[in-house]
């Protein structure tokens, strides 16, 4: 803004355009911050070059973003599991919400229940544990648990093998062309099985249906997975809203589920 002369009339144009621009993603902006790195403004503290300007200031828009994460519904994804003193122990880093021991838990896409019988951290045992913590755990069953399992409660994301997604593409994707679909630690092989609409990154304005995705179109896809995948509609709070597409060890696409 320093480069405006802080002028307000500049900031509402700008907002106005960057609104316009996103409308056409379906996505809608959560705050619109004039801000001017050199001196601070609006980033720690509000700015006096712009008393004009009534909002919040950056850190505490972030702040409010990710603030009280550990009353989410709870999302743990199994990292792996380890032979501790002849005990099964699962580990992972809780993405959201808590966990108490004795809890009822659901186990996705196992599509399956258990408790928490133990909490480990450090060697130490817990009885709770909450978001951004990485723990170890045991389920009073442990069968079938393993890698890519999302431990969750109370309420469930879905879990399908058909997803509905849109994706901005860092090479070229074809339709029926095999990849690695991957969430959070979930991962299978998929493909894209029908493309809907495609986007020109720059313009946005929309281009013609193919069979093909070049480097940069954003598109509208349908993927599906070999393997069921728990997934949530991409809100910016949910971790199984959001994936990767890779292929031969390198990524191909980023996406938000739809």
């Given at each position: 803004?320093?480069?405006?002369?802080?002028?307000?009339?500049?900031?509402?144009?700008?907002?106005?355009?960057?609104?316009?621009?996103f409308k056409k993603l379906n996505?809608?902006?959560?705050?619109?911050?004039?801000?001017?790195?050199?001196?601070?403004?609006?980033?720690?503290?509000?700015?006096?070059n712009m008393e004009w300007y009534?909002?919040?200031?950056?850190?505490?828009?972030?702040?409010?973003?990710?603030?009280?994460?550990?009353?989410?519904?709870?999302?743990?994804?199994?990292?792996?599991?380890?032979?501790?003193?002849?005990?099964?122990?699962?580990?992972?880093?809780?993405?959201?919400?808590?966990?108490?021991?004795?809890?009822?838990?659901?186990?996705?896409?196992?599509?399956?229940?258990?408790?928490?019988?133990?909490?480990?951290?450090?060697?130490?045992?817990?009885?709770?544990?909450?978001?951004?913590?990485?723990?170890?755990?045991?389920?009073?069953?442990?069968?079938?648990?393993?890698?890519?399992?999302?431990?969750?409660?109370?309420?469930?994301?879905?879990?399908?093998?058909?997803?509905?997604?849109?994706?901005?593409?860092?090479?070229?994707?074809?339709?029926?062309?095999?990849?690695?679909?991957?969430?959070?630690?979930?991962?299978?092989?998929?493909?894209?099985?029908?493309?809907?609409?495609?986007?020109?990154?720059?313009?946005?304005?929309?281009?013609?249906?193919?069979?093909?995705?070049?480097?940069?179109?954003?598109?509208?896809?349908?993927?599906?997975?070999?393997?069921?995948?728990?997934?949530?509609?991409?809100?910016?709070?949910?971790?199984?809203?959001?994936?990767?597409?890779e292929k031969d060890g390198e990524?191909?696409?980023?996406?938000?589920?739809?």
């Open positions: 803004m320093d480069s405006v002369s802080f002028a307000e009339s500049r900031f509402r144009k700008t907002r106005q355009e960057i609104y316009e621009y996505l809608e902006p959560k705050y619109f911050i004039p801000i001017s790195a050199n001196q601070g403004d609006n980033l720690f503290r509000i700015s006096k009534i909002g919040l200031t950056l850190i505490r828009a972030l702040n409010t973003c990710f603030k009280d994460k550990d009353n989410w519904a709870l999302r743990l994804p199994v990292q792996d599991i380890y032979d501790v003193d002849k005990e099964n122990v699962a580990v992972g880093k809780i993405i959201s919400g808590r966990l108490a021991k004795g809890e009822e838990i659901d186990i996705l896409p196992l599509n399956k229940k258990s408790k928490i019988k133990k909490i480990l951290s450090f060697d130490r045992n817990r009885l709770s544990a909450g978001a951004p913590e990485s723990i170890g755990f045991v389920l009073e069953d442990m069968g079938n648990l393993n890698r890519g399992q999302i431990i969750c409660k109370p309420k469930l994301p879905k879990v399908v093998s058909s997803i509905v997604a849109k994706i901005f593409c860092v090479r070229v994707l074809s339709i029926n062309e095999d990849f690695t679909f991957k969430s959070l630690t979930q991962e299978t092989t998929a493909r894209i099985s029908r493309i809907m609409n495609i986007w020109d990154i720059v313009s946005l304005e929309p281009k013609s249906r193919q069979e093909t995705l070049e480097q940069t179109d954003v598109a509208e896809v349908a993927i599906d997975t070999k393997n069921p995948v728990a997934v949530e509609s991409f809100e910016g709070q949910s971790s199984l809203g959001r994936f990767v597409i990524i191909c696409a980023i996406g938000m589920i739809c």
